[in-house]
């Protein structure tokens, strides 16, 4: 693994075939059109008494960062789910959302189905396939995303209506705002962070350099919940890599223990702690008494400061440079970022089991 890999623009370009770095170059733009596209939406329904977001993968992880920035101000239960079927207790005064950036996810037409036939209140999201088919049948509401993207560069257009569509709805306040700043951060970010800035002046390019061949594991708390498991996922399919995120305080009460033997594993992982210059006093001294005993045990620690004064900027900004960091990950290693072959191939092979037909059969048919 070498320096210059990371600097030379042509051989990056030989790597990363198909242009994941040019989604994280322009984030913003993406960010600024989603935001153009979900001013246009009309809300119809009345203040739901549950929110249930369904999704998977690139899809979902938009609802646990909604999820994570409502926290402090969302007076009704929402719940991120990545299953078949919903909760039972999805009912007529429940809001589901189904965000499916391909809308042929198996589990998200399911969970629609399930939500068609237990009467709650939905909106659809999707750049199209056959939820947005079915959605037109049944006359449920819906926006269109742009097409034709990885789904997990597609989140500004997953994560941006769905913020919209609270504070629309009334149930939340500070979105516009909050996209406001965010914007500017991420024009910033971008440009600090893109593949011209050398590495010796590139944040995103040294942590990747650093990282190395070890295991990234990624410490967030509170609203950073979410913000470290995008930083997971982010590893797995765009570096290629195992990787694995958790939460302060919970760590403080399992997790750490397991980081007590030294040895030789421990060399083959790193701590990466997401930090806010305003955390509060008892989660900085958790941060800070973790890094010690982990740094003792022999572990690499690096540290992701995030920018902004509110939260949907300091989140939005993090999980950006978290895209950064995982695809020069990727180019170091000399692995294209963008094929998800494991994925493509488990879809494939479980398209024998008839459960995608079945449920279009039953969209069908009410």
Known sequence: MTKTLIDDIKRIETIDKSGMLTYCVTAPDHYRKALDIAQKMEINYSKPEKIIIAGMGGSAIGGDLVKDWVRNQLKVPIEVNREYYLPQYADQKTLVLIISYSGDTEES???????????????CISSGGALLK?????????????????????????????LVFLEKSGLVLGVKEGLEETLKILDKICKENGPDNLLCENFAKNLAHN??????TVYGFDYFRSVALRFKQQFNENSKSPAKSEV???????????WETRGELTRWFSLI?????????EIRSRIENTKNIVEQAGLMTFEIEAEGQSRLAKMISTVVIGDFVSVYLAI???VDPTPVRNIDYLKETLKQNGVKNRIIKELEGI
């Open 273 to 281: 702690f997401i930090r806010d210059r305003n955390e509060a006093n």
């Open 109 to 123: 037409l399911s969970a629609f189905l399930d939500a068609l036939n237990k009467k709650c209140m939905i909106y």
């Open 332 to 334: 170091l290693r000399e």
């Open 211 to 216: 990282i190395g061949d070890s295991t990234p």
């Open 248 to 258: 302060f305080p919970e760590i403080d009460h399992n997790e750490i223990v397991g």
């Open 134 to 162: 079915y959605a037109k049948k049944h006359n449920v509401p819906y926006s269109v995303v742009p097409g034709g993207m990885p789904p997990r560069a597609a989140l500004p257009y997953l994560l941006v209506p769905m």
